[in-house]
């Protein structure tokens, strides 16, 4: 499973930015999916994941309200939308995806994932 993310940028706090990280070489509708970040100096952090038929959703404590993930499984997609952006969002942001049989259902620690894609950096000016 090779993964594309992209979307990260530069915007002011209260700002919004869309994530998206489209898969390939697997069926997507076979991948739960998740997204995680991480700070300089910090962990690799839950940020959200959904399951395969998209109806099944979670968010880390520190996003809940404001970011929004979601996938389109014609277009081999997951999205990340991102709302009132701080600068404690600030972080490379990372998808991530598992093969799974349960269609409700995703990880939600990192090592529920065995395939990861490239980061996108997120920079939240004050």
């Known amino acids: 499973v090779q993964l594309q993310a992209s979307g990260g940028g530069l915007v002011q706090t209260g700002g919004s930015l869309r994530l998206s990280c489209k898969a390939s070489?697997?069926?997507?509708?076979?991948?739960?999916m998740g997204w995680f970040r991480q700070a300089p100096g910090k962990e690799r952090e839950f940020v959200a994941a959904?399951?395969?038929?998209?109806?099944?959703?979670y968010y880390g404590d520190s996003v809940k309200g404001r970011f929004t993930i979601s996938r389109d499984n014609a277009k081999n997609t997951v999205y990340l939308q991102m709302n009132n952006l701080n600068p404690e969002d600030s972080a490379s942001y990372y998808c991530?995806?598992?093969?799974?049989?349960?269609?409700?259902?995703?990880?939600?620690?990192?090592?529920?994932?065995?395939?990861w894609g490239q980061g996108t950096q997120v920079t939240v000016s004050s």
């Open positions: 991530a995806a598992e093969l799974t049989t349960n269609w409700g259902w995703a990880p939600r620690g990192s090592s529920g994932y065995r395939y």
């Open positions: 070489g697997r069926t997507f509708s076979d991948l739960a």
């Open positions: 959904i399951g395969r038929g998209g109806r099944a959703s």
